[in-house]
């Protein structure tokens, strides 16, 4: 959304920003969507042993646990809304949220 956010503010022509758009999913999205069809298919159709089962369902509980913790001690902290980002990825804090 920040990129077709940036197409539409710079001064280009409709044609331009299309192709900018077409630019950006030949480069990041193709590969992408090739990345995780490969992925897929190669891991798919490997079973799980019992071991990186229950290793699997540990570590996703440590991070629900890590979650609700967050949500109850600190439920300031994930602030939607409160931080856009950047186009070259940092967080830019916006008008009246609070700085750690």
Do not use: Q
Not at 7 to 17: E, M, Q, V
Not at 81 to 93: F, K, N, T, Y
């Amino acid at each position: 959304m920040v990129y077709t956010r940036l197409l539409t503010l710079a001064d280009l022509s409709p044609a331009g920003r299309y192709a900018y758009l077409a630019a950006y999913n030949l480069i990041y999205i193709v590969p992408l969507a090739l990345i995780v069809a490969v992925f897929t298919r190669t891991l798919g159709a490997r079973k799980l042993t019992e071991r990186e089962g229950r290793l699997l369902k540990l570590l996703s509980g440590v991070m629900m646990l890590e979650l609700g913790l967050l949500l109850l001690l600190a439920p300031e902290t994930p602030e939607p809304g409160r931080h856009r980002l950047r186009a070259d990825g940092a967080g830019v804090a916006l008008p009246g949220s609070r700085r750690g």
